[in-house]
């Protein structure tokens, strides 16, 4: 099945910094969609991004469908952007990386 | 965005007893419901498919008669853990999504209901 990477694994940012997350992507995939997973483990759409870029106030997401890659940008990162971020492909069925833990502390 | 409701949160239940765990799409019509769950400190692992009217389609290595799924309406779906035992102990998720032209659209999932068997 299709291989989803998510890097840096952990990643920790004094507020205020920017950072980014990628997630790479074995094969084709028919949409792409990011996450944020709360302390409570709801997961929050983040953006649905098969292709192309779009932005949401400080946070920002490219998809490079040709190249198997998306990208996560964060902004002046705030203590609230804690919590892990995942990536979730479908090529079928949905497959999700292992995430990336952010901690921004003040 | 979509809202995907899921019940209840938590649940705790002795070993050996079945427990019930339901996930609706309020605002919107759901033909494909996933169930996930998902271990502490780890991703989202895919338990089963589910297609309105259809049997759910499982992932390797669940097995179907302990978790059994049900997709009975566009808005319903249900999840029952039979025979629990403490190893089943975990974070069920589910998501929902519909079609929109013959293509999958943007997946919306529930709150999670974090299962204790003792």
């Known amino acids: 099945g299709i291989q989803v990477e998510q890097s840096p694994p952990d990643l920790i940012l004094q507020e205020g910094a920017n950072s980014t997350l990628r997630c790479n992507f074995s094969?084709?995939?028919?949409?792409l969609q990011w996450f944020h997973q709360n302390p409570w483990g709801q997961l929050i759409n983040l953006f649905y991004?098969?292709?192309g870029t779009k932005q949401n106030g400080r946070l920002s997401a490219t998809t490079v469908a040709t190249e198997r890659y998306s990208l996560l940008y964060i902004s002046s990162s705030q203590t609230t952007d804690s919590g892990v971020y995942f990536c979730?492909?479908?090529?079928?069925?949905?497959?999700f990386g292992d995430g990336t833990t952010l901690t921004v502390k003040p | 965005g979509a809202v995907v409701s899921q019940h209840p949160s938590w649940v705790i239940c002795k070993s050996g007893t079945s427990v019930k765990i339901e996930c609706r799409s309020l605002?919107?019509?759901?033909?494909?419901m996933f169930w996930y769950r998902q271990f502490p400190k780890q991703s989202l692992m895919l338990m089963a498919t589910?297609?309105?009217?259809?049997?759910?389609?499982?992932e390797q290595g669940v097995e179907k008669d302990k978790f059994l799924i049900n997709h009975a309406s566009l808005t319903l779906s249900t999840l029952t853990v039979t025979s629990a035992h403490p190893e089943d102990s975990s974070f069920y998720i589910c998501?929902?999504?519909?079609?929109?032209?013959?293509?999958?659209?943007?997946?919306?999932f529930g709150q999670g209901t974090r299962l204790t068997v003792v």
């Open positions: 094969d084709s995939v028919n949409n």
């Open positions: 991004i098969p292709s």
């Open positions: 979730a492909v479908d090529a079928g069925k949905s497959t």
């Open positions: 605002d919107f019509q759901a033909t494909t």
């Open positions: 998501s929902a999504r519909t079609t929109f032209g013959g293509a999958n659209t943007e997946a919306f």
């Open positions: 589910s297609n309105e009217g259809s049997k759910a389609t499982y």
